[in-house]
């Protein structure tokens, strides 16, 4: 039998689109005097959370977006089916630590930068096929923990690079259902792992915008739509440098997107908060699509968009051993419910 | 067979045409800014270390005690302003200006101490804090002791 949802080579078009039913932003000092502060649900006073570690406070803001997610969806935690969720911690200990304390059946996901997005493409699956009636999508990041993992001590001397990008600390949630009031998922590109040899770690935008461009242009191959077809397009964490990489290489395709394309880690912090190119991790498409992008979908300042979550696939180790980065992309598309129905 | 050279050929030069636009797209970084900032700050510190030199000397210090007595005054004050989170402001406008100095090198001991101490004092403070400095003790020492076979031999 031949896969009937499936459009083209890499996407997929849900027949029966299922809806975001509740979203929670959770998010450190820093972004919530961004300039999208006001659109989280939850901004901390600052990074520790009450806690006496980085990472037990990354944990409990995961813990809080997933809560809160699942109240505004006027649920309970036992409704909720299956949880996916991940982070940029070895082992997932974010992710894998917040799952034991709320107690759902639980697929530990990594997809570095686009988990929140991977998250969605496979939430929205389950629901979808008819597998789960409730499924929860979480990612976490955070400053200080991913900053000791992957580069240096915060309080170390260094002079950051212009190209470098600022972890964004900030988890967000959402429950995806078969009915509701929110925006609904309709496609779904599932992303190939990207490498154009970069190496440098303190340039993920430049690493990652391949693999974006290869999703959105296959994303306009298979589903024969176009960029105008779109009120935005959306990249999960690129900043400045990789997001005019983006365009250039959409750009060669064929497809100019100029006019309706941004990146959450342009939007997330202002020039002024001295980020450089701009936001990263898993954090930063998890809260500006659960905080900003759903309130303006809600609204109906944008009706349908086509968001990329993308992910970095480096770790320390291949970093020390010279090897470039792979980088990855996977598009979601968000429609709301208004522009469904016509 | 053919076919499978051909494949990693055309990925190269995917390769180096993408290398070329990354470079034309990323920003320069303000090299002037950074040069004047690292020889200002890196200079600042000599100065304040030739002046503790010469406060210590005049103390009645002879001029080795002296020297290491300088040398433990700039650690002590980069460690302090470390450990209150300063340093790390500082050395943003300073690049190497603060790095090269042996002020930079107590920093480079400090923030993994500080950063590492929730993993507990051995395996946290004790084995990290030298991550970074742990390179230049290993190198420094190896070198000193080539330098003094070296004398040893030919003097």
Not at chain 1, 25 to 31: F, L, N, Q, S, Y
Not at chain 1, 185 to 199: E, P, Q, R, S
Not at chain 1, 238 to 267: F, H
Not at chain 1, 276 to 304: D, P, Q
């Amino acid at each position: 039998m031949a896969a009937t949802k499936k459009t083209g080579m890499q996407t997929i078009t849900f027949q029966n689109p299922p809806f975001f039913r509740g979203n929670a932003a959770v998010a450190g000092p820093k972004e919530g005097q961004g300039p999208l502060g006001r659109t989280f649900d939850v901004v901390l006073p600052d990074t520790l959370n009450g806690e006496e570690t980085w990472e037990k406070a990354e944990r409990k803001m995961l813990e809080n977006a997933c809560e809160l997610a699942i109240t505004k969806a006027g649920l309970t935690v036992e409704e909720i089916d299956f949880m996916m969720a991940g982070d940029l911690l070895n082992q997932l200990i974010s992710a894998n630590f917040t799952a034991r304390d709320l107690g759902i059946p639980f697929i530990g996901l990594y997809g570095a930068c686009s988990t929140m997005f991977e998250g969605i493409a496979l939430a929205s699956m389950l629901v979808e096929g008819g597998f789960a009636d409730y499924v929860l999508a979480a990612a976490s990041s955070h400053y200080d923990t991913a900053e000791r993992q992957y580069r240096y001590p915060t309080e170390m001397g260094v002079q950051r690079p212009l190209t470098s990008q600022w972890t964004v600390t900030g988890a967000g949630a959402a429950v995806i259902g078969c009915e509701g009031k929110g925006p609904a998922i309709t496609h779904v590109t599932i992303g190939k792992v990207i490498d154009l040899g970069i190496k440098d770690p303190s340039d993920m935008g430049s690493a990652m915008a391949p693999a974006a461009a290869d999703t959105v242009i296959q994303h306009f191959k298979d589903t024969g739509r176009s960029p105008s077809d779109y009120d935005l397009i959306i990249t999960g964490d690129l900043a400045a440098v990789g997001r005019a990489l983006t365009e250039q290489l959409v750009k060669q395709a064929g497809y100019d997107i100029s006019k309706n394309y941004t990146d959450c880690g342009i939007l997330i912090y202002d020039p002024v908060q001295d980020t450089h190119a701009g936001g990263s991790g898993c954090g930063c498409s998890a809260v500006v699509l659960n905080g900003y992008l759903m309130g303006e979908i809600r609204t109906g300042k944008y009706r349908r968009v086509l968001g990329v979550g993308t992910g970095a696939l480096l770790s320390p180790i291949s970093s020390f051993q010279g090897e470039s980065i792979p980088g990855i992309g996977h598009a979601v598309v968000i429609e709301s419910t208004a522009s469904l129905r016509k | 067979m053919e076919q499978d050279r051909a494949v990693p050929s055309a990925h190269e030069t995917q390769k180096k045409i993408y290398s070329q636009m990354v470079a034309r797209t990323k920003p320069k970084p303000p090299l002037a800014r950074n040069v004047t900032g690292a020889f200002f700050f890196g200079g600042a510190i000599c100065t304040l270390g030739q002046a503790l030199l010469n406060f210590y000397i005049s103390m009645g210090l002879t001029r080795p005690d002296a020297g290491a007595a300088a040398s433990a005054t700039l650690v002590f004050w980069a460690a302090l302003l470390t450990g209150l989170g300063v340093y790390d402001s500082i050395a943003k406008y300073a690049g190497a200006g603060t790095i090269v100095p042996i002020t930079g090198f107590a920093n480079s001991i400090v923030a993994p101490a500080l950063e590492f101490r929730r993993e507990g004092m051995v395996f946290g403070v004790g084995q990290r804090m030298f991550t970074i400095a742990g390179p230049v003790l290993a190198y420094g020492f190896i070198s000193a002791w080539m330098v003094g076979l070296i004398t040893y031999l030919f003097k």
